[in-house]
Structures are given as structure tokens and as C-alpha cells.
């Protein structure tokens, strides 16, 4: 079992930042890959990016730049940094993890995660 508790959300205005942590516990073979999302009232799961635990890191192609994933194996602590947030960025942030692999060119799926924290509620003001 996998055990994952997100924590750093909160309300900031536009051009602001943010840094989300995701504390991991429980087996790290069915956490060797982890992954951010987020999800807007009324819209489907967003996948964000996906990193394994040498750091390989995947994002999805709409960010832009603007968030960088990062994984410290010592503390068992996932984080995300959000930069120049914009309102459209507001949404509940999950922070998610599975087994298996990462390559090159991934893009993160709801469904290649089986264990989910609760979430992060993050709103951006303009």
C-alpha cells in the first residue's frame, strides 16, 4: 500500500507562486513512479507532470514551463513548483503514484496511477 498526503495549496494572486509537497509512504516499488494533477469543477483529471525515482520528469505540453517537478527520496516527499500562476491554474491538485516505468515523451494518465492523496486546493485570483 501506498499512503500519499499533499499539502501547500492555498490562494494567491496571478503572476504568484506556489510550491505543493506530497508526503509518500508505504511500499516504494508500487511508488516508483508519481505523478501531479489537478481537476476544475465540471472538468476531467488533468495530468500535470510524472516523475520516477532517479528523477526522470515528464510534463504536459500546456504548461509551458511554468511548473517543475522534483522527488526527494530521503524525506519520501514529492513537490511541485507553480510559477506565474494564471487563473485559469485554480483547481483541487492530487498528487498520485503507482508502479512502473517513466520514459521519455510520457504523458501523465489518471488511470497508470493507482494511489491518490486527497487533494490541494489551489485558487488563483486575477
Known amino acids: 500500500q501506498v499512503h500519499l498526503v499533499e499539502s501547500g495549496g492555498g490562494s494567491v494572486q496571478a503572476g504568484g507562486s506556489l510550491r505543493l509537497s506530497c508526503a509518500v509512504s508505504g511500499s516504494r516499488f508500487r511508488s516508483a513512479r508519481m505523478g501531479w494533477f489537478r481537476q476544475a469543477p465540471g472538468k476531467k483529471r488533468q495530468g500535470l507532470a510524472a516523475i520516477d525515482r532517479d528523477g526522470t520528469t515528464t510534463y504536459a505540453d500546456s504548461l509551458k514551463g511554468r511548473f517543475s517537478c522534483s522527488v526527494d527520496n530521503a524525506k519520501n516527499t514529492l513537490y511541485l513548483q507553480m510559477d506565474n500562476l494564471k487563473p485559469e491554474d485554480t483547481a483541487m491538485y492530487y498528487c498520485?503514484?503507482?508502479?512502473?516505468?517513466?520514459?521519455?515523451?510520457?504523458?501523465?494518465?489518471?488511470?497508470?496511477?493507482?494511489?491518490w492523496g486527497q487533494g490541494t486546493q489551489v485558487t488563483v485570483s486575477s
Open positions: 498520485a503514484a503507482g508502479p512502473g516505468a517513466l520514459w521519455v515523451g510520457y504523458r501523465p494518465d489518471p488511470a497508470d496511477f493507482a494511489y
